[in-house]
């Protein structure tokens, strides 16, 4: 009998630690998503830029944890839990909590960089001022 609950109290033990590695890569999941979700979008606002031929922005509103490209009219939702930073040229930040990565119709870009992070799971997403070419890289 003692056998028994040995073996069962093991087994317990053992579908604890697989219960918490799947919630937690739920949330790797969750930033993973949510990062390539924004070079997608910025991705596209730079072919915009250069197709059209004129400015086409992503800006990011920082208190709803959205963004929204210039040329569409759909705001695009970031989990709450995500925190967002972006680092980029001084003009492109707001009074109301907004910044903008501005993509010209040369190719280039205001540039910066993007900071996504959830937990001990950070993502950064580098805008080449230069080329306007966007980087994924996990920290």
Known sequence: MIELAVVLFIMVLA???????ISSGNDATTIKTAARDMISALRYARGQALML???TTVTIDFGDNTYYISTRDKVYQIPQNIQVRLVTAESEYS???RASVRFFGDGSSTGG?????LDQWVWRIEINW???????TDA
């Not at 579908?15 to 590695?21: K, L, P, R, T």
């Not at 960089?113 to 992070?117: F, G, I, Q, Y």
């Not at 230069?130 to 994924?136: A, K, M, S």
């Open 113 to 117: 960089r993007l900071t996504m992070e």
């Open 130 to 136: 230069l080329t306007g070419l966007i980087d994924l």
């Open 15 to 21: 579908f604890g630690a697989v219960g918490i590695s």
């Open 53 to 55: 031929g004129e400015e």
């Open 95 to 97: 009074q109301d909590g």
